[in-house]
């Protein structure tokens, strides 16, 4: 069985930074991608950020220059780091993991349960 677990949120200030981590546990020989999810109340669940195993990396444009992803493929981890941070960035931030090698075969579409990212002076 595959666990996705976050962690890293919190309270921060505009212009601060954050460093989110997302973990994936469980009989896995490797992960074709770790992706970054966010959804701020109301609003639609929208891609922040991927990185695949041959070290291909996507970002939404509005995180463009100031989140950087990345991948640990021997831990299964990957990494969201947050600069700049703006109120708009505000939302719940989820880690999806895609194209995941088990004993058993390929396992696909795991989410974890979230981390809040609160921006605010």
């Known amino acids: 069985q595959v666990r996705i677990v976050e962690s890293g949120g919190g309270l921060v200030q505009p212009g601060g930074s954050l460093r989110l981590s997302c973990v994936a546990s469980?009989?896995?020989?490797?992960?074709?991608?770790m992706e970054w999810y966010r959804q701020a109340p109301g609003k639609q669940r929208d891609l922040v950020a991927r990185s695949t195993s041959g070290g291909k990396t996507n970002y939404a444009d509005s995180v463009k220059g100031r989140f950087t992803i990345s991948k640990d493929n021997a831990k299964n981890t990957v990494y969201l780091q947050m600069n700049s941070l703006k109120p708009e960035d505000t939302a719940v931030y989820y880690c999806?993991?895609?194209?995941?090698?088990?004993?058993?075969?390929?396992?696909?579409?795991?989410w974890g349960q979230g981390t809040q990212v609160t921006v605010s002076s």
């Open positions: 999806r993991a895609d194209g995941i090698a088990t004993p058993w075969g390929y396992e696909y579409d795991y």
């Open positions: 469980g009989s896995i020989s490797s992960i074709y991608a």
